[in-house]
């Protein structure tokens, strides 16, 4: 199975970063590079996650990380990674 980022996803995450490397540098790239980490795992276990609040498709999840929702959709050869955002502000 094979995790795609979405061009949304890219960007949101870019942006993130950037906000978080405003304090500090080395907590941005640790930030990421857990999250990428932790979104590759999804292969193993790809519903792992619960059923997306936001979406009425049990192919699509939510997975949280920090404080962040990750919302992802499984298909039968690979996953989609959607969005990240702060989960008390969803866009």
Known sequence: MKIIETTKFKSQLRDIAFYI??????????????????????VNFPYKYRSSIYYDNKEIRDMTFNSY?????????????????????PN
């Open 21 to 42: 490397k405003k304090d500090k540098l080395l907590a941005s790239l640790n930030f990421v590079r857990e999250l990428k980490k932790t979104i590759n795992d999804l």
């Open 69 to 89: 929702t990750i919302v992802y959709e499984i298909f039968e050869t690979k996953i989609e990674i959607l969005s990240i955002f702060n989960q008390n502000k």
